[in-house]
């Protein structure tokens, strides 16, 4: 379902790519995922084998409980597998130390929370810039890519304001902005629009897709919304720890 | 580079989520002001002491006691010793040709104190006429010098301010007998200040005494002192110690130091311990309030050794805000309020507390290893924190 952009024309810096090559991005082989509660012992993924191709928008759904989040969250590298192998852009990150592994998330991954996850007393800009304070960038660079994002996702006028004055679509796509602003390799989203209503989350879901279709973002997209899932070119259903149907989306 | 900026980037992040949490906060600055505070104005009290009775004498001036006392109250010196005492090498001439020694005694008066109405000690000074030559740095800043012969003292100016009763023009009674006040002086802030001067001739009449309480001796110069101590302690009609003036007035500042300086411990550590759990407790709300806010901050790829660091430096920086206050409070309410208490001699001795740069710096190392402690296992705890599972607190 094509949905017109309602932002303004791209000038961001990073490379557009009308035409991403579909090559696997990341590529997960037999991968479980286990907690243990006292004596017992959780499987919540069970010998996971999946491959997302670069320039993908995937929606990844399922109940609460299939394991969706923590699939996300392993390809993230906010956790460890508890078996099996992740790769991502070739590079196995199930090795990597927990600095390590955070270097890489600063390098590869922009991620997208329901609840946005701004700092309050920050501006907008600032919260933008954080990834930022993690590169070799000067100040002046940094301030030219927050502005550069924060356009992207049109929210210039309110660079100055801080998460309180917006309302919960600006956040989110504050948030967008700071997840696109050191020119991640993925897009990591956790339910993005979950907290918003129908028409503020279509706004937000176009912009994702815009990125996707645009600039060739690779995206990876949990949702429990069918609807949002519509935006994305593939959707992954998972239950009980499992893959159970994929397919393109309608 | 990159750690720094992104340590202090993260250090005014949490900064400036301060105001949002005043009252938890207020717990960590309060706390740190109260202990730097007490702890400052213990120790500017000692200080004050010390700097009184070390301030009291000169490297040139010896004094002699009694063989084995610890103060001039305690010590006895008759005329014959103090004759073979100024004929000693070293010992530096007058004008008339005679050895500058003063035969000094020492008497107890007591005088209502002007802060509580009570009777309290007073040293009365009874001094020879050397002793004036011998101390250049007394001067008489009103009415005149004590007329020998006469009842007539002169009153140091912390006796006067300590002391009921003591103003030039004023009688008082001292062991039954009336002197007339008739001078006020200065001696360089030291601990004679706070006392009553007479001619010692003259006390020696009024109550009865027969010898001195020390002999203060000027001498050639400050090399001198040894070959005078060892032509004292070598003759056998003498059996007397000889101490610089300076080490003599700072032994009797001992004690009290001492004292003081158990109290410091005592005070400082049972306090220091109550600020320590005030500071983790009020790291451990800060940290538990950003659960989801330091979590981003990880995801988004801030070390955990940033996330440890920041968090300390927050601590420190609330700290040292505490201990800047707690200080700042110490030097305004304490430098230079002027007390009294009893000196080794069991008489008053007036001094004022001093807040020392010394004692600012000391309080505030003090609330940095505090604020260091306080935020050490909060900041442990935050960067230990599965990043996953912190992210579902919100």
Partial sequence: MPVPSAFPPPQYTLKPDPEPVMTALVSIRGVSKRYTRGKQTVEVLAKLDLDIASGDFLALMGPSGSGKTTLLNLIGGLDQPSDGEIRVNDKRIDQLSSNALAKWRARHVGFIFQFYNLLPVLTAEANVELPLLLTDLSKAQRKKAVAAALAVVGLSERATHKPNELSGGQQQRVAIARALVADPTLLVCDEPTGDLDRKTADEVLTLLQDLNRNYGKTIIMVTHDAKAAEYATHQLHMDKGALVVSGAAA | ?394
């Fill in chain 2, 1 to 394: 580079m990159k750690f720094m900026t992104q340590t202090l980037q993260l250090i005014l992040i949490n900064l400036k989520s301060v105001p949002s949490r005043w009252g938890a906060t207020l717990v960590i600055v309060v706390g740190l002001a109260g202990v730097v505070g007490v702890v400052t104005a213990l120790q500017s009290m000692s200080a004050g002491m010390v700097a009184t009775l070390r301030s009291t004498g000169s490297a040139s001036r010896a004094i002699v006691l009694k063989g084995g006392a610890n103060s001039e109250l305690s010590s006895f010196i008759t005329r014959d010793q103090a004759v073979v005492i100024e004929q000693a090498d070293g010992v530096a001439k007058g004008a008339d040709g005679r050895g500058l020694v003063s035969g000094e005694l020492i008497l107890i008066a007591e005088r209502p104190l002007r802060r509580s109405k009570t009777d309290s000690n007073v040293s009365m000074r009874g001094v020879g006429a050397a002793g004036f030559t011998i101390r250049p740095e007394l001067k008489i800043v009103d009415g005149r010098m004590f007329t020998p012969g006469l009842q007539e003292i002169i009153v140091g100016v912390k006796a006067l301010e300590q002391f009921i009763g003591l103003e030039v023009g004023s009688t008082v009674q001292i062991r039954g007998s009336q002197w007339a006040v008739v001078g006020t002086f200065t001696s360089n802030g030291d601990a004679h200040e706070s006392e009553v001067w007479v001619d010692v001739e003259t006390a020696q009449s009024a109550f009865r005494r027969n010898g001195y309480s020390s002999l203060l001796v000027q001498l050639d110069d400050p090399s001198a002192f040894q070959g005078f101590k060892d032509s004292l302690t070598t003759d056998p009609r003498l059996q007397v110690d000889v101490q610089n003036e300076i080490d003599y007035f700072s032994s009797q500042s001992r004690n009290f130091t001492r004292i003081i300086g158990v109290l410091v411990k005592v005070v400082g550590i049972i306090m220091g311990l109550g600020a320590v759990f005030a500071a983790l407790n009020t790291m451990y709300s800060a940290v538990a309030a950003r659960t989801v806010e330091i979590a981003t901050l990880r995801a988004l790829g801030f070390s955990g050794s940033v996330v440890i660091l920041a968090t300390i430096a927050e601590a420190m920086t609330l700290a040292l805000l505490g201990g800047a206050i707690g200080g700042l409070g110490a030097y305004a309410f304490f430098n230079g309020y002027t007390v009294s208490t009893l000196g080794a001699g069991f008489t008053q001795v007036a001094f004022s507390f001093r807040v020392t740069p010394g004692l600012l710096i000391t309080g505030m190392a003090l609330s940095l290893f505090v604020g260091f402690l306080g935020g050490f296992f909060p900041a442990l705890r935050a960067a230990r924190m599965q990043i996953a599972v912190a992210l579902r607190a919100s």
